[in-house]
């Protein structure tokens, strides 16, 4: 059968037409809806806060969920001390007593420093059966004086086997950028990793490019790990901005075959997104998809993925909290339309409530594709109502609502 030309264009613009509606259609944002369930907590001590928790499950016949937290003085910030862990077998029902890890203590060195593990964030690491534990080290000029130079890109390893720990490790980074910049005071302090099937770790570090200047540029490192060591491999795009402390505290996520980095920043937060894990597209202000800012700054922000959708855990402004510091509670959860890089504000819900406490120093617990938990302990007790109360470590499950 003969067609006449224009019936043949018509014909093949409807066909483009058709196709870019499915593929629209296939691409639209759809809201999954949450469950949120708390998991009991673990509460401090008269002298020491618990912060910094974070939580990592650990699979096998007989699963368990291990935290680990910062051992925290209540009096000026950053007075941390030893690791201890918590662990539950019954699902979060109830947590053992916080038991130290002697392998993780303060310690002084030879130099009259005093190294503290910490900000650290453990992971179950499929391919090896351990627990990768990644952080930063703090480092106190004659047990005082922070020196924010010093810190290292720290971890430790776990084995679930024998529940040994090991000491404290420093990762070897190169000294130079892309940019021939010094790579100093390199960290990976609270940030969300992502684990590939061959067994490399994509690692969110940041360091200063001017020892001179405190301002971070934030990277993510790819690297090698094979139970014991983790070892540098390559590291990708570079990003910072001119003012405030620069981009730091970077969390990364692997969703629908993207990767997905969220950065804090002092007057804000950041994202961006690319399609290797290291290399991402220029980064842009986070912001609801009203095109308002989302309002999140000065704190980090991380990812959930659960029942097919993208979340993120952030605190932020406008929330009936001036009274928080850096309005950092009530922790926020709201989902991302990855093609926008926006929250969408009708999904806003809050994860944990405010009650007189910082919520901001959360982390996040994968479980499967529909489950995953948030962990966070409670800051800044030494000042307002609830001034010489006990700190709160929360543990809270989310999964689809069915």
């Not at 009530?330 to 990855?338: A, H, R």
């Not at 001034?387 to 709160?392: A, D, H, L, T, V």
Request: glycine share 8%; aromatic share 10%; hydrophobic share 35%.
């Amino acid at each position: 059968m003969h067609y006449s030309p224009l019936v043949l264009a018509l014909s093949l613009a409807l066909s483009l037409s058709l196709s870019l509606t499915i593929a629209n259609s296939a691409n639209a944002f759809q809201p999954v809806q949450l469950k949120f369930e708390s998991r009991g907590t673990i509460q401090g001590t008269q002298r020491w806060d618990w912060w910094q928790a974070r939580t990592a499950y650990v699979p096998g016949t007989k699963p368990y969920f291990l935290t680990t937290m910062s051992q925290t003085g209540k009096a000026t910030s950053h007075d941390f001390h030893d690791i201890l862990q918590s662990i539950s077998r019954d699902g979060g029902q109830t947590w053992s007593a916080p038991a130290l890890v002697s392998s993780l203590q303060r310690t002084r060195q030879n130099d009259g420093f005093e190294i503290a593990p910490g900000d650290l964030w453990p992971t179950y690491h499929a391919q090896t059966g351990k627990i990768l534990v990644t952080g930063k080290t703090f480092n106190f000029e004659d047990g005082k004086r922070e020196i924010r130079l010093r810190e290292r890109v720290a971890y430790a390893v776990l084995d679930p086997s024998t529940g040994k720990w090991s000491g404290l490790r420093l990762l070897e980074v190169p000294t130079h950028d892309h940019r021939g910049a010094t790579i100093t005071g390199a960290n990976a302090g609270c940030t969300q990793r992502v684990d590939l099937s061959n067994g490399d770790v994509l690692l969110p570090v940041r360091y200063w490019r001017d020892p001179k200047v405190h301002r971070y540029t934030s990277v993510v490192m790819r690297c090698t790990f094979d139970g014991e060591t983790l070892a540098y491999k390559e590291h990708g795009s570079e990003h910072t901005i001119p003012t405030g402390r620069g981009l730091y505290e970077p969390s990364l996520i692997r969703f629908a075959d993207r990767y997905f980095l969220t950065l804090r920043a002092n007057q804000s937060a950041y994202v961006t997104r690319g399609t290797d894990g290291i290399h991402f597209e220029p980064i842009r202000q986070w912001k609801f998809d009203d095109g308002n800012v989302l309002g999140s700054y000065n704190t980090q922000q991380h990812w959930v993925t659960v029942g097919g959708g993208l979340f993120l855990i952030y605190t932020r402004r406008g929330a009936d909290n001036d009274h928080i510091m850096r309005h950092r509670a009530p922790l926020f959860i709201g989902q991302v339309n990855p093609e926008t890089l926006q929250v969408v504000r009708a999904t806003e819900r809050i994860l944990i409530p405010e009650n007189h406490a910082t919520l901001g120093n959360s982390g996040v617990c994968h479980v499967s594709d529909n489950e995953c938990w948030v962990t966070c302990g409670e800051g800044l007790l030494r000042a307002g109502q609830r001034k010489g109360q006990r700190n709160q470590v929360f543990h809270v499950r989310i999964t689809p609502q069915p």
